[in-house]
């Protein structure tokens, strides 16, 4: 009512209500506002000039192209993201080559088609989400996040493919762009990257030093990751993971040995309901049935129960 339709500044209103929506839905459980997004979508551009590369307007279609993305991570609303690709091709379609925002709208459109892909299983959106990825890394080189999303991309095709050179590239890029970090808490996230590219590229080919790479990295993570971190339980799980795989490789008993120790530790820190929980009770209880057998141990196994149990 304070901004009526025809006033100039009833678009960026509009934007900032599409913001001001995705961080209630962020902070709220349960809270997912895609149908209020995609209504506002259609008023926002309608009130934007309607010059197709007028700066203003292509700024609308990218805020509104990620906000709905940002709000469909969760629900996988399809329908969002298929809006949210459209917005942004839009944006990219009339974005000047030598504009500096280029780049960023290219790695947004990217983002929204690899979520798309990996949730439809549409190869062509995967390759699409490459193309463009790769476009913003052209553009920007030194762009550590950049860099990371054509990586995710690039393991996401080896997921539905099978391509060996794609899980190869993707390597290659997660550790440029853990070199290219300043910050680091952005590190660390790019590094994590890399420990699962390292560990899915070692269950591909059984190379014994992808392996010890893995859990060098997996390692490095978890020490920069810090105590009250909620991404620290699910980061040990993957290092206790990297450990169990070179322990089955090698047969080297310590590898196991830290494993189950790292997700005992882990597992006490994590509170009864959190569905990480779960997760981590049930690989302990699975390294402790490994670690039983190999030592024919019965007090050993009966843990293993129990824990299983727990999970």
């Known amino acids: 009512a304070g901004c009526p339709p025809g006033a100039p500044q009833r678009a960026a209103v509009l934007q900032l209500l599409v913001s001001s ?43 509104l192209g990620v906000g709905l993305r940002l709000a469909a991570e969760d ?30 709208r290219l790695n947004s459109l990217g983002n929204v088609l690899h979520r798309l892909g990996a949730h439809t299983g549409d190869a062509a959106l995967l390759d699409e989400s490459v193309q463009a990825l790769r476009g913003a890394v052209a553009d920007s ?27 190869r590239e ?83 008993a310590a590898d196991l040995d830290e494993a189950i120790g790292l997700l005992t530790r882990t597992a006490d820190t994590v509170p009864y309901g959190d569905p990480q929980l779960a997760l981590l009770l049930h690989n302990l209880g699975s390294a402790l049935l490994r670690g039983a057998r190999a030592g024919d141990d019965p007090a050993v196994l009966g843990r293993a129960v129990a824990t299983l149990g727990r999970a």
């Open 21 to 63: 929506l995705w961080t209630w839905a962020d902070v709220t459980p349960g809270r997912s506002p895609v149908d209020e997004l995609l209504q506002l979508t259609g008023a926002a551009l309608a009130q934007a000039p309607q010059r197709a590369d007028d700066p203003e307007r292509l700024a609308a279609l990218t805020g």
């Open 75 to 104: 629900s996988g609303d399809t329908e969002a993201l298929r809006r949210a690709a459209g917005l942004l091709r839009e944006a990219v379609r009339h974005t000047p080559e030598d504009s500096t925002d280029l780049p960023h």
């Open 141 to 167: 080189p030194g762009d550590s996040s950049f860099l990371a999303n054509l990586a995710v991309a690039l393991r996401e095709r080896y997921h539905q493919t099978g391509d060996l050179d794609a899980l």
């Open 170 to 252: 993707a390597a290659g890029l997660a550790r440029r762009a853990a070199d290219a970090a300043r910050a680091p808490l952005k590190a660390a996230g790019h590094l994590a990257n890399l420990g699962v590219v390292l560990q899915t590229w070692y269950d591909r080919t059984g190379d014994p030093e992808v392996a010890d790479e893995a859990v060098a990295v997996a390692r490095e993570v978890l020490d920069r990751t810090p105590a009250d971190s909620p991404e620290r339980p699910g980061r040990a799980n993957h290092l206790a993971n990297a450990l169990r795989a070179r322990y089955e490789a090698a047969g080297e």
